[in-house]
């Protein structure tokens, strides 16, 4: 994009954005929030305090909840229950909390994951 082109697209945006300015400025609603944080800040000025005094006036619990959100506290996972394994082929047990236990893969690459489930005792 050429200097030329891009200083008149930025004279676009700006014009744009004076306009939208113009209308905020004219805005009742913006009027009294401008009005409404001046007394605001006047007021708190003239008792010496700040908004967070405010706030935790207001809202004591306000600032224990921030900061148990800030740091949950971590969940604690359910221990594993032992389960165990009969192969009624040859009468072998294994005792596991996991599916990651090499006898119980070859078994289940042998007889199939439904057949070895079926041999759960717990």
Do not use: C
């Amino acid at each position: 994009m050429s200097r030329l082109a891009e200083f008149r697209k930025l004279e676009q945006q700006l014009a744009a954005q004076l306009a939208e300015l113009e209308t905020l400025k004219n805005d009742d609603g913006l009027k009294r929030e401008i009005e409404f944080e001046t007394k605001l800040r006047d007021l708190l000025g003239e008792y010496g305090h700040s908004l967070k005094d405010v706030i935790n006036i207001l809202d004591p619990q306000g600032g224990s909840r921030k900061s148990a959100a800030a740091a949950p506290e971590k969940a604690v996972r359910r221990a594993r229950t032992v389960k165990v394994y009969k192969n009624p082929h040859n009468g072998e047990i294994v005792e596991t909390k996991g599916g990651n236990h090499k006898t119980l893969k070859e078994w289940k690459g042998q007889y199939g994951s439904d057949e070895v489930e079926s041999w759960v005792s717990r």
